[in-house]
């Protein structure tokens, strides 16, 4: 798996994931990014999006039930300043999804949106829904 291999230097900690994410970022001289992360890329975006020294190159945050590592809390949720569009699909049982939502729910500038009928991958099960969703929140940026 991508999270624990050499690409992150000695170790897999949250400060390389974050640091992984950045020279990505910056190798690709990418500007005014939003960060879409479904599933268990949420191992690289928390760590990011929270750590504070990026707050710059960011400007929106979409995480799709992502996988959260348990050392984080609502607090470093409550202190982000970029705008997030929270997307869970109801029918979404895994146990990581609802963790997930209760920590994302603190980001001050978010919306929440379940979709109908979907699972873990919504965008997959409602691409419909999930693209108007999409291009509602990119409008508001």
Same mark, same amino acid.
């Given at each position: 798996?991508?999270?624990?291999n050499?690409?992150?230097?000695?170790d897999?900690? %949250?400060? @390389?994931?974050?640091? +992984?994410?950045? *020279?990505?970022?910056?190798t690709?001289?990418l500007?005014?990014v939003?960060? #879409?992360s479904?599933?268990?890329?949420?191992t690289?975006?928390?760590?990011?999006?929270t750590?504070?020294?990026?707050?710059?190159e960011?400007?929106?945050?979409?995480?799709?039930a992502?996988?959260?590592?348990?050392?984080?809390s %609502?607090? @470093?949720?409550?202190? +982000?300043?970029? *705008?997030?569009?929270?997307v869970?699909?109801?029918?979404?049982?895994?146990p #990581?999804?609802?963790?997930s939502m209760?920590l994302?729910?603190?980001i001050?500038?978010?919306?929440?949106?379940?979709?109908?009928?979907?699972?873990?991958?919504?965008?997959?099960n409602?691409?419909?829904?999930?693209?108007q969703?999409?291009r509602?929140?990119?409008s508001?940026l």
């Open positions: 798996m991508f999270g624990y050499i690409m992150l230097g000695t897999g900690s %949250e400060e @390389n994931k974050a640091i +992984l994410v950045h *020279k990505l970022i910056e690709l001289k500007k005014k939003v960060i #879409v479904p599933s268990m890329s949420g690289f975006s928390v760590p990011y999006v750590c504070g020294r990026y707050d710059d960011i400007v929106g945050y979409i995480p799709v992502p996988v959260i590592h348990s050392s984080y %609502e607090d @470093n949720f409550k202190k +982000l300043k970029l *705008k997030a569009l929270i869970q699909g109801e029918n979404d049982k895994l #990581v999804a609802s963790r209760k994302l729910q603190n001050p500038n978010s919306n929440v949106v379940i979709i109908a009928e979907a699972g873990h991958p919504c965008y997959l409602q691409p419909i829904v999930w693209h969703h999409l509602d929140f990119l508001t």
